[in-house]
């Protein structure tokens, strides 16, 4: 099975001063387009229902090709000092991606790993077709696993 480390996202109050931050100081690249998601396909993989997410992807230095640093925005955030949520600022989810998704998820699970949203595949004009789901780590930390065509 193929596996490889694709990025590292942060859930930002100010997605925009954050990647520029990023973009200054460590020298890191815009990836084109930003990111603006919403919808039903977005509510069922963050288990958040009316979510609006914006930001964007920064090539980390040393790299032509990925891992990226994800920098997104939460139209609602929430402020807690208990587990990680998808959509608490700070360092939010690392992300895997995979040759089959559902062979990964289901590895994940009966390996102590929990559920967190909806396995769900979505057309994103200008990237491809993401398959995709969250889950969560025995630890509560969370996990995306994807597979773009």
Not at 29 to 53: A, Q, S
Not at 68 to 80: D, G, H, P, V
Not at 115 to 133: D, R, Y
Request: hydrophobic share 35%; proline share 5%.
């Amino acid at each position: 099975m193929k596996l490889k480390f694709t990025h590292t996202n942060i859930v930002a109050g100010d997605w925009k001063k954050l990647a520029r931050f990023y973009i200054d100081v460590f020298g890191c690249e815009p990836v084109y387009p930003e990111r603006d998601l919403n919808g039903d396909w977005i509510d069922r993989v963050t288990n958040i229902k009316g979510v609006h997410i914006e930001g964007r992807h920064l090539r980390l230095p040393g790299y032509t090709d990925g891992p990226t640093l994800e920098i997104f925005q939460y139209n609602r955030q929430i402020k807690s000092s208990g587990p990680s949520e998808i959509n608490k600022p700070g360092f939010a989810h690392i992300a895997f991606s995979v040759d089959d998704v559902r062979h990964f998820y289901q590895k994940l699970l009966e390996n102590g790993g929990g559920k967190l949203g909806e396995l769900v595949e979505k057309e994103i004009e200008g990237v491809g077709i993401l398959t995709v789901v969250y889950a969560r780590d025995p630890e509560g930390n969370i996990i995306e696993i994807q597979n773009w065509r």
